[in-house]
């Protein structure tokens, strides 16, 4: 086994060295204050297992050191990334403070590092943390207004996750649409007949609106039905909720070869990967996005996250169950404030601040490693 001592000015330029050296598996065995800085001895990872496989004969014992040796190893990695998380705040505390309030809002890691890497210098926390707010805004896309897809009409499906509000958001759509156009301008396509009631829920808004109401059981119907319906300024498709991965929504797709456009439906409620597992599903392609459910999200910031990664616009905001008074136009600087007023909150889940040395300083490594 070769144990290589290493004597440098800090703890992670130490660390660095010994991953430059020994290799990026390397364990670090001892560290201690040293007159120039710090000392840390090492050993490349595999010599450790050579050693142990040929110096301990008992191979129980052998794997319970090396069960211990990788214990400490995590531990020694915790202390160092923790280090360099406090040397990252030193050096510079309003890039680790605007990754603060991106993580704490739940914004993605993706996002946070871009933004932090694109953070003009020579800012103070409060000028850089109205920079984030400025850029979050000018980067939230929404649909202009020239692109009102009321005001200007065409065929839509409203596709999402189950129970994410597409049907009940059809509703406050057509109800709008209903107000510019006349009723008779409307009509509504029912293509979801898998679960048990979806076609009563659509009847009951149809005969409410005094719109025609059709039902579709599948892509060929629809193919049909469609043109029988080319004198509508507007028709809206209520499509089957599916999990992202069912393969049924393969059907979502076949929209678009009847020259449907897709509207996403999306629960800002959602958690950040449950989102962006649904983006990748139903977001490809899409025209627009609609966000329900903001009245139950405290945090939307993984919602708007997505929308800005995926630079799908956002048409409109749902913000409760009524029909059709709860359908917004939406409003970037509304949104955003909300989205980091929502990192504010104490919540279980907010991180600490003995959290964020851990947690920040593996960031601030792996940043680094990768830069090295
Ligand atoms: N609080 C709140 N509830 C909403 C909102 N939008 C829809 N809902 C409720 O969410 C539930 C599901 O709404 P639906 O419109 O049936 O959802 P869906 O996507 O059509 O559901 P499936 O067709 O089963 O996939 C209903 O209880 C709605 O009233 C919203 O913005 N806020
Ligand atoms: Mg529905």
């Not at 794997?63 to 990334?81: F, P, V, W």
Request: with cysteine; proline share 5%.
């Amino acid at each position: 086994m070769s144990v290589q001592v290493f004597v440098a000015a800090n703890a992670r330029e130490g660390l660095a060295r010994v991953r430059r050296e020994l290799g990026d598996d390397a364990v670090v065995l001892s560290t201690r204050p040293h007159p120039q800085g710090v000392e840390l001895v090492a050993s490349a990872y595999g010599d450790l297992t050579v050693a142990a496989a040929g110096e301990v004969a008992d191979s129980a014992s052998g794997s319970r050191i090396l069960h211990e040796l990788s214990r400490l190893r995590g531990m020694l990695q915790n202390q160092l990334a923790g280090f360099a998380w406090g040397a990252g705040r030193r050096r510079d505390p309003v890039r680790v403070a605007l990754l603060q309030t991106l993580f704490a809002a739940g914004f993605g890691s993706a996002l946070a590092r871009t933004l932090a890497a694109r953070l003009p210098r020579g800012l103070d926390t409060d000028a850089a943390q109205r920079w984030l707010r400025q850029v979050l805004i000018r980067n939230l896309p929404l649909l202009g207004r020239d692109a009102d897809l009321l005001a200007r009409g065409g065929r839509y499906a409203l596709v999402g996750p189950t129970g994410s509000g597409k049907t009940t958001t059809l509703a406050k759509l057509a109800a709008r649409a209903v107000d510019v156009h006349g009723a008779g301008a409307v009509a509504l396509v029912g293509a979801d007949t898998y679960r048990i009631g979806a076609a009563a829920q659509l009847g009951v808004y149809a005969d409410l609106l005094d719109v025609s109401l059709h039902v579709a059981d599948d892509p060929a119907r629809l193919a049909q039905l469609l043109p029988e319906l080319a004198a509508k300024k507007l028709v809206l498709i209520d499509t089957a909720g599916f999990a992202p991965n069912d393969p049924r929504t393969r059907d979502v797709h076949a929209l678009d070869a009847l020259g449907v456009r897709r509207i996403v439906v999306m629960s800002a409620a959602q958690q950040g990967a449950a989102i962006e597992q649904a983006m990748a599903h139903f977001g490809q392609g899409a025209a627009a996005c609609i966000l329900t459910k903001l009245d139950e999200t405290p945090q939307p910031g993984a919602a708007l996250d997505s929308l800005i990664r995926h630079r799908l616009p956002l048409a409109y905001l749902s913000s409760g169950q009524r029909v059709p008074e709860d359908l917004h136009a939406p409003n970037a600087a509304y949104l955003i404030d909300r989205a980091l007023k929502g990192g504010q909150l104490a919540t279980p889940y907010a991180l600490d601040a003995e959290d964020w040395p851990l947690f920040a300083g593996v960031e601030a490594e792996r940043t680094e490693r990768r830069a090295g």
